[in-house]
């Protein structure tokens, strides 16, 4: 079946730890994103990449870094910087040019700084 | 500018009832305005989107109304069910800008 896989689903971390979300597509999506999502806040945007090996900012792109080596896979670090790191983690990927287009959506990882 | 405004944040209807969603958003360049519907620990689903050369778009129970001129769009949910108790997100985007802009969500419950 096509789609898209995060994980872990759920991951606990100390406060100065980096930790790293895995994001693997097999849609043959040309972009893929991360998005944040906190109660009552909706989805906020992290990063974005449209092509492999080039990738964007998004609106609350402090405190995280992203790569994109392979067509498949986008991962996110959330690293020790980031004051906040305690949300819903969404994965999502789209078409080539999707930027207008249709996100297909993980089913999310779950971070908790203890 | 870039913001979509989303209300109400949540919502109780009765089955059978018409719940209605709002949005509205100041970017006169968006060109796209999906609909997502997410189910408690889940990612988000298309539900319907629309482009803004039609006021309206039906799909199933779910219709979408766009006013262009008050650059407001809504989701009318018909003979609501309580499987249709979800969050859902209005969203928007344009050729040239980033991602999808979402709202913030409503939380809707539909009761038996």
């Known amino acids: 079946d096509g789609g898209i896989t995060q994980s872990p689903k759920y991951l606990f971390r100390k406060e100065g730890q980096n930790v790293t979300l895995s994001c693997e597509q097999n849609?043959?999506?040309?972009?893929m994103y991360w998005y944040r999502q906190d109660p009552g806040q909706g989805l906020r945007l992290i990063y974005y990449?449209?092509?492999?090996?080039?990738?964007q900012k998004g609106d609350i792109a402090e405190g995280y870094s992203v790569s994109r080596e392979k067509k498949e896979s986008f991962p996110l670090t959330v690293t020790s910087a980031q004051k906040n790191p305690t949300a819903f983690y969404l994965c999502?990927?789209?078409?080539?040019?999707?930027?207008?287009?249709?996100?297909?959506f993980g089913e999310g990882s779950r971070l908790t700084v203890l | 500018q870039q913001q979509v405004k989303q209300s109400p944040q949540s919502l109780i209807v009765q089955k059978g009832g018409i719940p209605i969603i709002n949005c509205a958003y100041e970017n006169t360049a968006f060109d796209y305005f999906p609909w997502y519907q997410q189910f408690p620990g889940k990612g988000p689903a298309l539900l319907i989107a629309?482009?803004?050369?039609?006021s309206e778009k039906k799909e199933g129970r779910f219709t979408i109304s766009f006013n262009k001129s008050a650059k407001q769009f809504s989701l009318h949910i018909m003979d609501s069910q309580p499987g249709d108790s979800a969050t859902y997100f209005c969203?928007?985007?344009?050729?040239?800008?980033?991602?999808?802009?979402f709202g913030k969500g409503t939380t809707l419950s539909v009761s038996s």
């Open positions: 990449s449209q092509i492999v090996n080039d990738f």
């Open positions: 969203a928007a985007s344009n050729q040239a800008g980033t991602a999808l802009i």
């Open positions: 629309i482009r803004p050369d039609v």
């Open positions: 999502a990927s789209s078409y080539a040019g999707g930027i207008t287009g249709e996100l297909f």
């Open positions: 849609l043959n999506h040309d972009a």
